[in-house]
């Protein structure tokens, strides 16, 4: 079979692609319940923003994967969900637009939707035996209706049982002193309504883990945390994300999957065919006894076309699911 047939999805064979062997590996069902040590630890913590110390533990963190709708961003939302499930996902997280019957952009849930909405678009995803664990806020939190744009979102997400809400700062730079500001006035709104805002790197001054983590230690509030994003901070500042992710560990409550190669073409991609080493990325929060989703926010192939039918975006989101399956076994294995 030549590679160039994920572009031709109805003529792929699947067995053989996926040779990997891992129809055996399940993950946890259970959607951000944390372990007996963790909740005590929530316990202790909550209102008080302070992490526990460390991320290193007994407990294996329990990784929920979940792909993104944002790949099947050209097809219907239905489509995505039932191709997500399809791929053996049990969670998903929420992209931002779909192309629906005419090629019109949907949102998923708009802004200023009525959280019914999005409890609707949630009950869809379950009926389909898929759990959300994240959204899109779809702004930066420096914009000026952001204060608005992120409460509405918080409502959403608690109205559809998402734990989740992702925000990032806009790649030219950020205002740190606004997002502190405004990021302390929405973890105790977040918290109420059992959710989290989490930050990712999107270049500029947030486009580290680093700078995330300094801002969140400064909100010091336990609804405001990291998500982590390595394939952004290798693409947009060319930092090493493996170095990167030490100084922000403690923070971290999800991640942002996509992997960034510079050869043969600049561009991100799925992990497992990018330059990042996704077994040092998982080693520092490996073992925090907490759950933990990890969103695929990338799942194609560097260089090839994308696929131009909804099923060869299941092939490749099954490929990027079976690849980090082997990865947390990898890594959260003792003595190895």
């Excluded at 869809?124 to 779809?138: E, K, W």
């Excluded at 510079?262 to 040092?280: L, N």
């Excluded at 994308?306 to 299941?314: A, L, M, N, Q, Y």
């Excluded at 947390?328 to 003595?335: D, E, L, N, P, S």
Aim: glycine content about 10%; aromatic content about 6%.
């Amino acid at each position: 079979m030549s590679i160039s047939d994920f572009t031709r999805p109805a003529s792929l064979n699947r067995r053989s692609f996926l040779k990997l062997g891992t129809a055996g590996l399940t993950l946890s069902p259970s959607v951000f319940s944390a372990s007996p040590s963790a909740q005590k630890q929530s316990k202790e913590e909550k209102g008080t923003g302070k992490s526990p110390k460390g991320t290193a533990g007994s407990q294996p963190t329990r990784f929920l994967l979940a792909c993104m709708t944002l790949p099947y961003h050209d097809f219907p939302l239905e489509r995505a969900l039932t191709g997500i499930k399809a791929a053996g996902f049990d969670y998903v997280t929420w992209g931002t637009t779909h192309k629906e019957n005419g090629g019109k952009e949907v949102p998923v849930v708009a802004p200023d939707a009525d959280p019914q909405a999005a409890k609707e678009v949630g009950k869809r995803c379950r009926d389909l035996g898929l759990q959300p664990v994240m959204m899109f806020s779809g702004i930066y939190p420096e914009a000026a209706n952001a204060l608005p744009v992120l409460k509405s979102r918080i409502l959403q997400a608690a109205a559809a049982g998402i734990p989740e809400v992702l925000t990032f700062g806009h790649t030219k730079g950020g205002n740190r002193k606004l997002w502190v500001e405004r990021l302390k006035e929405l973890g105790p709104i977040a918290r109420d309504q059992g959710v989290r805002i989490v930050v990712k790197q999107h270049g500029g001054e947030t486009g580290t883990g680093a700078a995330c983590a300094e801002i969140i230690r400064e909100v010091n509030d336990e609804g405001i945390k990291v998500n982590y994003d390595a394939g952004n901070v290798m693409d947009y500042l060319r930092v090493d994300p493996l170095a990167d992710i030490q100084k922000c560990a403690e923070e971290i409550r999800s991640f942002c999957l996509k992997d960034h190669r510079v050869f043969p073409k600049d561009q991100d991609c799925a992990p497992g065919f990018g330059e990042i080493d996704h077994y040092r990325l998982l080693a520092p929060v490996a073992f925090t006894g907490r759950d933990m989703a990890l969103s695929f926010e990338n799942i194609f192939l560097p260089s090839i076309p994308r696929p131009t039918k909804p099923e060869g975006v299941d092939l490749l989101a099954r490929r990027a699911r079976e690849f980090m399956e082997i990865v947390i076994q990898g890594v959260q294995t003792r003595g190895v």
